[in-house]
């Protein structure tokens, strides 16, 4: 299982079942993908 956020989106690759696990638990904090990238791009202290 693989997840990479990067200014453009995210890019997940696993099996399905871990994809459909993965989405869920982050959809529980982020209602878009959108707050995800922003919330990564931060904590990583990149510029927007």
């Known amino acids: 299982m693989k997840v990479y956020v990067h200014g453009q989106g995210i890019t997940i690759a696993g099996k399905a079942w871990e994809i459909k696990?993965?989405?869920?638990?982050?959809?529980?904090?982020?209602?878009l993908v959108k707050d995800w990238v922003e919330t990564v791009s931060k904590s990583m202290g990149r510029p927007d």
């Open 21 to 31: 696990a993965i989405l869920r638990e982050y959809g529980k904090k982020h209602t």
